[in-house]
């Protein structure tokens, strides 16, 4: 069982940038993807960005491409998420999480995650 650790978050203004990163305690399986979601007040929880471990071949929620890079360090058992162009829609509490079994097609289906960090606060302002 591993546990992942947000960090990055923060308050800034629309049009500025910021990179959260996701650590693991231990490490990632060879065939986990690793999820960024995201959960505003009263929403439901969305998918932003995944990160296949072993091939690095990412996916993202058409709401950030173009704006957020999802890469992973192997080294230092870490996935970041570098947000650019933040924009106040983009205002959440942003969960790293982690699926052992992942598929091309459900890389962005949040229950099929096994794991999940406590989540990192993101704030844009206006």
């Known amino acids: 069982q591993v546990q992942l650790v947000e960090s990055g978050g923060g308050l800034v203004q629309a049009g500025g940038s910021l990179t959260l990163s996701c650590a693991a305690s231990?490490?990632?399986?060879?065939?986990?993807?690793i999820g960024w979601f995201r959960q505003a007040p009263a929403k439901e929880r969305e998918f932003v960005a995944a990160i296949r471990w072993r091939l690095g071949d990412k996916i993202y929620a058409d709401s950030v491409k173009g704006r957020f890079t999802i890469s992973r360090d192997v080294a230092k058992e870490t996935v970041n998420l570098q947000m650019d162009s933040l924009k106040p829609e983009d205002t959440a509490v942003y969960y790293c999480a982690v699926d052992r079994s992942p598929t091309r097609a459900t890389m962005n289906i949040a229950n099929n995650y096994d794991y999940w960090g406590q989540g990192t606060q993101v704030t844009i302002s206006s």
């Open positions: 231990e490490f990632f399986y060879a065939n986990d993807a």
